[in-house]
Every structure is written in structure tokens, then in C-alpha cells.
């Protein structure tokens, strides 16, 4: 077998072989944000001891080693402004779809103005879902409620 040959079989090979560990991975490098209007009619803005025990249960660093799960679905969600100290959250439910445990779950949810500008990123976690099984979650949000116009939401997840 020539050099030549030898190395297009081996680059075959190769990138048939990484092709193969990224299909058995069952992860997708971009993860879909569904995006939802607000209507923050109503509430009264938080005090500020209600805002500092929001601000101590908010959740903002995501894990950088979460991706976006073929498993993992974002079944429902939607914005829902809760009276007393959680005040503007985005509740919804994620489900397992897949064969195996998902070690870790994270939705993502990042709010914005009437112009279109970010206002944050808030997240809510949990860890060991198991397969064909729903995990109910609220991510509470610190910007407020009279500034938020719409939202999008994704789900990452770590594999078992």
C-alpha cells in the first residue's frame, strides 16, 4: 500500500471514527431557545429584604460543561410573577425522553427589554433525571417585572 493510500485510509478512518463518538454522545452543539412575549402588568416591585432572599436563591452561573441533550425536551414554560420575595420567575416543565439518567439538568432563561436588550441570565438546575421522567422547575429572575418584555428559554444537560 502506497503513503498516499495509507494516509487517505487513515484520515477516513478518522473522521469516521470521531463521527461515530459524536453520534454515541447524543448531544447538539446549539441548543434552541424558545422565545415567549411578556405581560408584566401588575405586581408590585420587591422590597429590598425581598430582593436580597431573591437574589441569594437566583441562580446566574450555568455550567460550561452542559450542552444541549437530545434526551432532555422543554415541555412547557412560561412567565409567572409570584407575590412576596420570588416576584418575576419562568416556570415550566423539562422531560427525560431518552434510555439513560441525565446527571444534570439546567435551564437557561435570559430576559429582555422592550428594545430588545439583555436584562440577565437566570437558571434553574437539578441533578440524576431519570429516563421518561419530568422534572417541574422556576427560575427566578432579578431584573424587574415592568422591565421585562419577552424571555427565551433552553434546556443543557450533562449525560449519565
Known amino acids: 500500500m502506497g503513503r498516499s493510500t495509507r494516509r487517505s485510509l487513515l484520515a477516513t478512518l478518522g473522521t469516521g471514527a470521531a463521527a461515530l463518538a459524536a453520534g ?3 448531544t447538539s452543539d446549539e441548543p434552541e431557545y424558545e422565545r415567549r412575549t411578556v405581560d408584566a402588568s401588575g405586581g408590585d416591585p420587591r422590597s429590598a ?4 432572599a431573591a437574589a441569594a ?3 446566574r452561573t450555568a455550567n460550561d460543561g452542559a450542552s444541549a441533550l437530545d434526551a432532555l425536551s422543554l415541555v412547557e414554560h412560561e412567565f409567572v410573577l409570584v407575590d412576596g420575595y420570588k416576584g418575576p420567575t419562568v416556570q415550566g416543565v423539562v422531560e427525560n425522553g431518552g434510555e439513560s439518567t441525565v446527571d444534570y439538568a439546567e435551564v437557561r432563561v435570559r430576559v429582555y427589554d422592550d428594545g430588545g ?6 437558571l434553574a438546575t437539578t441533578g440524576d433525571i431519570p429516563p421518561d421522567t419530568r422534572w417541574r422547575f422556576e427560575a427566578i429572575l432579578l431584573a424587574s417585572a415592568a422591565d421585562i418584555a419577552a424571555y427565551d428559554a433552553a434546556v443543557f ?3 449519565e
Open 24 to 26: 454515541c454522545a447524543a
Open 49 to 52: 429584604a425581598e430582593m436580597a
Open 57 to 59: 436563591l437566583a441562580q
Open 117 to 122: 436588550a439583555q436584562l440577565g441570565r437566570y
Open 157 to 159: 444537560g450533562l449525560p
